[in-house]
């Protein structure tokens, strides 16, 4: 069956600071990638996703690539605010109906 | 206001009771979803609806029950409340592919459950 596996939290930088978050993936077919952020008290809502192998998603500052000979989809940024902390989830989608295979989440500090 | 809107927020019962979360949706999209969170395991699906006539099963359906009174409402209730099932709940929404579906859910603030 589908798995996504994300890098355990709580990771924790100072502003300004490089992220990545590590997340691989097994699945059947051809996946479509996402990443989910979730700040404290609210729902989760998404921050960039890629289709197809070789796709680069982006927003906000942040990026991932999808790897398909690594089975990955790491999330990077390049320097990091306080308005980052938040909980960051990777996801997957197989086939129709937007059903999605979550990972277990990576929570981010960002300290001044 | 919130496009998708859950309540109650929180809520606190005891074992045995029966409660229901509501969901509504001012997005008009077909599909809608609850997802459990609970702490190191991220979300589980537990129901899933594609319109008003479908409803189906995720990965943890038991213990839960759901009704989807139209297409703006989706509501998950608890027969008969265990300890167990103390999470934070998600509903979320999707549009269909023809009407421009980029696989993107739309989710609500989420409903706390705690069961004594």
Redesign the interface.
Known sequence: GNS?TQMEGPVTLSEEAFLTINCTYTATGYP?L?W?VQYP??????LL?A?KADDKGSNKGFEATYRKETTSFHLEKGSVQVSDSAVY?CAL?TG?????T????TQLKVEL | DAD?TQTPRNRITKTGKRIMLECSQTKGHD?M?WYRQDP??????IY?S?DVKDINK?EISDGYSVSRQAQAKFSLSLESAIPNQTALY?C?T?GR?TTG??????????SRLTVL
Request: charged share 15%; hydrophobic share 40%.
């Open positions: 996504v479509s996402f989910y008290g609210e729902g989760l809502q998404l996703k289709t989830f989608r129709g109906g937007n059903k999605l979550f990972g277990t989440g | 998708v599909r979803y190191g395991l991220g979300l589980q699906l899933y594609f995720g998600f979320a999707a592919a579906n980029t696989g993107e859910l739309f989710f609500g603030e989420g």
